[in-house]
């Protein structure tokens, strides 16, 4: 079963820049793709950035657009995710997860394994 951590949360002021990194324990599927999700205090859980496993196709929520980017090496299984100018409403846990399911799937339930979250807070 893959097993998935998440790296480089922390605090940072506005504008400013951080980059996630999802480690994974074993190589996922060929068809696997990985994606981001947060969740803020009191908030669901939401749909930040998806990657398949070639890289070539990703999907993004509005709110991320032109902001954040997401990229893998999959040499080293390992998903990344930068984020620049950074604003409070991106203060959230972070969370990455993996699925078999074809495509750049944007909803939760569509994916099956899932990290423990690292935290990334926003002061203005």
């Known amino acids: 079963q893959a097993q998935l951590e998440e790296s480089g949360g922390g605090s940072v002021q506005a504008g400013g820049s951080l980059r996630l990194a999802c480690a994974a324990s074993?190589?996922?599927?060929?068809?696997?793709?990985m994606a981001w999700f947060r969740q803020a205090p009191g908030k669901e859980r939401e749909f930040v950035l998806a990657?398949?496993?070639?890289?070539?196709?990703?999907a993004s929520a509005d709110s991320v657009k032109g902001r954040f980017t997401i990229s893998r090496d999959n040499a080293k299984n390992t998903v990344y995710l930068q984020m620049n100018s950074l604003n409070p409403e991106d203060t959230a846990i972070y969370y990455c997860?993996?699925?078999?399911?074809?495509?750049?799937?944007?909803?939760?339930?569509?994916?099956?394994?899932w990290g423990r979250g690292t935290q990334v807070t926003v002061s203005s």
């Open positions: 997860a993996a699925t078999s399911y074809p495509g750049v799937p944007a909803v939760a339930s569509r994916y099956t394994y």
């Open positions: 074993r190589r996922t599927s060929s068809t696997s793709a």
């Open positions: 990657i398949d496993w070639s890289g070539a196709n990703t």
